[in-house]
């Protein structure tokens, strides 16, 4: 059984930053995609960015491009995604995921953590 945890989550001011952290555990995660997404109150849960597992190949939600940075060690099986000059907008319940596709589809992933809040104040 593949689980996520996920940590790192906070209130931070505007322009502030934060660390999340997935932990996974249960299997291999060498052929897997790491992804984050994240969803605000009254929205649908949107792709935030993904690593392939295998290799440093990511991609990004236009929206957090030049402020969040996702990256993996291997040896922990820990994710990370490094979010820099956080905006109120980015405010939201931030989700771990695994999928076997490197892919920015929600549905696409099979395995989720159970979220870390982000809030980001004006």
């Known amino acids: 059984q593949v689980q996520l945890v996920e940590s790192g989550g906070g209130l931070v001011q505007a322009g502030g930053s934060l660390r999340l952290s997935c932990a996974a555990s249960?299997?291999?995660?060498?052929?897997?995609?790491m992804g984050w997404f994240r969803q605000a109150p009254g929205k649908e849960r949107e792709f935030v960015a993904a690593?392939?597992?295998?290799?440093?190949?990511?991609l990004y939600a236009d929206s957090v491009k030049g402020r969040f940075t996702i990256s993996r060690d291997k040896a922990e099986s820990t994710v990370y995604l490094q979010m820099n000059r956080l905006k109120p907008e980015d405010t939201a319940v931030y989700y771990c995921?695994?999928?076997?596709?490197?892919?920015?589809?929600?549905?696409?992933?099979?395995?989720w953590g159970q979220g870390t809040q982000v809030t980001v104040s004006s």
């Open positions: 249960g299997r291999s995660f060498t052929t897997y995609t």
């Open positions: 995921a695994a999928s076997i596709i490197f892919t920015v589809s929600p549905g696409d992933y099979h395995v």
């Open positions: 690593i392939f597992w295998t290799c440093d190949t990511t």
